[in-house]
């Protein structure tokens, strides 16, 4: 079976839309978590992070950015997912 690394920005909008998709934080969205990986946007498309101790590392920013406020930012549009945050 071969590991998916690369997709489209329509693909993972469509993940997002099923309530598949976890992007960092709420100002942080170029950064989203689908399928157990993280995942980085880059020119309309969207690369698996590859280095599992990266994804932990991403992983533990995450939970971070979740419990402090101030990361959390106001809630706005997201402009990589197009509703709101």
């Not at 469509?14 to 976890?22: F, K, Y």
């Not at 280095?51 to 402009?79: I, M, T, W």
Request: proline share 5%; hydrophobic share 35%.
């Amino acid at each position: 079976m071969t590991t998916l690394t690369e997709m489209t920005h329509e693909a993972m909008v469509a993940l997002w839309q099923q309530g598949l998709v976890t992007p960092m934080s709420s100002t942080i969205n170029t950064i989203a978590k689908t399928d157990g990986s993280w995942w980085t946007e880059s020119q309309g498309a969207w690369q698996r992070v590859p280095q599992s101790e990266r994804n932990q590392s991403l992983d533990y920013h995450h939970e971070r950015f979740g419990s402090v406020c101030q990361a959390k930012g106001p809630a706005a549009v997201n402009p990589v997912f197009g509703k709101i945050a």
